[in-house]
């Protein structure tokens, strides 16, 4: 008897049936531009295997002005079909099932060539649209036909059609975007003319025994956005036209509330998909952080959708849905949501990968396998560095012993996981207790190693992390003045009037922590809803709450202060920095950059200003809290290197400056990889 009886029941699609519940979400990986069509065939195949129903692949164009960016992958050629052909027939030897999603961008489309209904430039892309006219929107929809015949040719089990988060059929539906007198646009009718025209022919096309899925975005949280009774109608008219399944789509690209990052809670949107239910009688998926068998399970349980879309999970774990299966879902790796790896790496045009699973799209560069000589490995430091190469070691077959100092493995994580949103580091370290288990690693806590401890070993690897920068300021040994590991290990009293020095990614999380009292949001929806302006799509257009924002207040007044005179967190993640910044801004946190510390004394922190130290300023605060950056932790691969030994030197003990878990966990596996 399975734990999941209701994501893990097949549903019926009448031509075809899908194994269970999950499909894995539309991502773009930027695999497809590689145009190394075995790596991307492997990448869905490694998914197969691990037993998703159903797969959606990145988003393909139908043609150069509807492409996300120019050299984006398209479907318009035989040569396409070919390319394709690779993916879908090693999809199928695994056991698998896939849909091409057509991404039509619209005024998204990152180039000059853009097309819309209406020439409404995007907050985000420099490029206005031009505005298509009636032949134009007739070769539009010709294009998106002809992309979804020709998927159907290179053997995909169906097409996903993206009509939401704003992209080309989004725009058309929302007087946002549309302004249109003709029969595109003016009532909703003929706003929703397009999706549904698209449907209608793309069935036509492709015949009854091919899978159609529809994105349709049920919540646009932009100004105008649709109501729920237009989402509703919307529906209605998509299943009349010949779609399969309805899939969820949350918030246009351009909106200012978070929507899958970590700090937004669990299944927040499920309920939103729920109001759906009933209202169509093909199946409906949800979506937007279900990260856990649990969740799915519940969010179909509850009724609140009939399938769930999970896409980031399946980067960290491709064989997250054969785990539960097998009832192992405490071996799933975890999404932590983080975005470091994933979409971070696609707004920055590189390749995605995953921070938990480095193999993420790495599948034919990364390989893990049998080691030729079974070797005994010591591994001094239990954060994120250590624990990954202890895994793979592991896995390989070496026998393993790691040692931490501190009673609990995790490192800096469990500073991380105090941290009001960032949650979901709770369960990164609770799998990896795991995997130490199911790995029968060796692990000896409460133990501070010395070079005399390590004789014996084959291998030794350094992965003592950091310790904190001392910013040398006059007076800091005063007792107003802490560091960020007392503070967030809650050793010492923070009081109401707080000065953090250091605004990078600790000082901005250290602030997170100290504006926050009581319950976090991210596990409150409806605080989280009010702290953002999310409501209810019924009662306001597009799901934005009409008088804005609604914050607690903050529990203590902070000042984040810089040297740099740039913006405050511009090094952060490129698509979560821009919700570090408001959330701070929403507590009233002052942000002050481009200071000189002059000295701290009782009154609190005096800086001034500039290379001439101008404007001398008494920064009023109880508490200075110092979050002045990280050194390497090298003492002990020092000391080994004074006898002779070489030991293997990762994480933070390796290189200090810009470290995360993101690069403590790709050099750990990397090395274990191959030792
Ligand atoms: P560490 O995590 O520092 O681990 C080193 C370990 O070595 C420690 O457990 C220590 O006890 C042990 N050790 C040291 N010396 C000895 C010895 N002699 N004997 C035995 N054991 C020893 N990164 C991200 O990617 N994303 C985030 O969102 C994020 N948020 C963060 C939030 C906060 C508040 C903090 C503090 C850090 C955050 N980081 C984040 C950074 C990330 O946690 C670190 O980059 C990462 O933990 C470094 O990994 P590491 O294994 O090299 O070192
Ligand atoms: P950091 O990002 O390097 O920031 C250090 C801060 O200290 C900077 O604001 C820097 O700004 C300041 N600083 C540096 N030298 C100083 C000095 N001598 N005196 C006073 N101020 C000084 O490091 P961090 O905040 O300690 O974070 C450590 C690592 O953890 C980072 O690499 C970060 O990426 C990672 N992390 C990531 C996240 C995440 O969400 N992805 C969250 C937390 C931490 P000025 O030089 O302008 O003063
Ligand atoms: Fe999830 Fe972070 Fe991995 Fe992206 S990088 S898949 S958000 S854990």
Known sequence: MTNYPHLLAPLDLGFTTLKNRVLMGSMHTGLEETRDWNRVAEFYAERARGDVALMVTGGIGPNLEGSVLPGAAMMTTEEDVKNHSVVTQRVHEAGGKIAMQILHAGRYAYGPKCVAPSPVKSPISPFPPTELDEEGIEKQIGDIVNAARLARKAGYDGVEIMGSEGYFLNQFIVTHTNKRTDRWGGSYENRIRLPIEVVRRVREAVGTDFIIIYRLSMIDLVPNGSTFDEVVQLAKEIEKAGATIINTGIGWHEARVPTIATSVPRRAFAWVTQKLMGHVSIPVITSNRINTPEVGEAVIAEGCADMVSMARPMLADPHFVKKAIAGKSAQIAPCIACNQACLDHTFSGKLTSCLVNPRACHETELLIEPAATTKSIAIVGAGPAGLSTAMTCAERGHRVTVFDKAAEIGGQLNMAKQIPGKEEFWGFVDWYRTMIEVH????????????????????????????????????????????????????????????????????????????????????????????????????????????????????????????????????????????????????????????????????????????????????????????????????????????????????????????????????????????
């Not at 000082?507 to 949001?521: A, C, N, R, T």
């Not at 000295?599 to 001398?616: M, Q, T, Y």
């Not at 030197?649 to 400056?657: F, L, P, Q, S, T």
């Open 440 to 675: 029968d690693i060796d692990l000896r806590l409460n133990t501070d190693v010395t070079a005399d401890d390590l004789d014996g070993f084959d291998e030794v690897i350094i992965a003592t992390g950091v310790i904190p920068r001392d910013p040398e300021i006059p007076g800091q040994d005063g007792d107003n003045v802490v560091d960020y590991i007392d503070v967030l290990r809650g050793k010492v009293p923070v009081g109401k009037r707080v000065a953090v020095i250091g605004a990078g990614g600790i000082g901005f999380d250290v602030s997170e922590y100290l504006v926050h009292q009581g319950e976090s949001p991210t596990e409150n929806l409806p605080e989280w809803m009010a702290e953002w302006g999310v409501a209810d799509p019924a009662q306001h257009r597009g799901g934005l709450a009409p008088d804005g924002p609604k914050p607690e207040a903050p529990a203590r007044q902070v000042t984040l202060l810089q040297r740099k005179a740039e913006k405050h967190g511009k090094r952060l993640g490129k698509t979560t920095g821009w919700i570090h910044r408001a959330s701070l801004k929403m507590k009233d946190v002052n942000f002050v950059g481009g200071v000189n510390y002059e000295r701290i004394d009782a009154a609190g922190l005096h800086v001034s200003f500039g290379e001439a130290r101008e404007n001398p300023t008494l920064i009023e605060a109880d508490t200075i809290v110092l979050c002045a950056g990280q050194l390497p932790l090298r003492s002990l691969a020092d000391d080994l290197e004074a006898r002779g030994i070489t030991p293997h030197v990762i994480g933070g003990a390796d290189v200090a400056a810009e470290l995360d878990a993101k690069r403590a966990i790709d050099q750990g596996t990397r090395l274990a990889a191959v030792i």
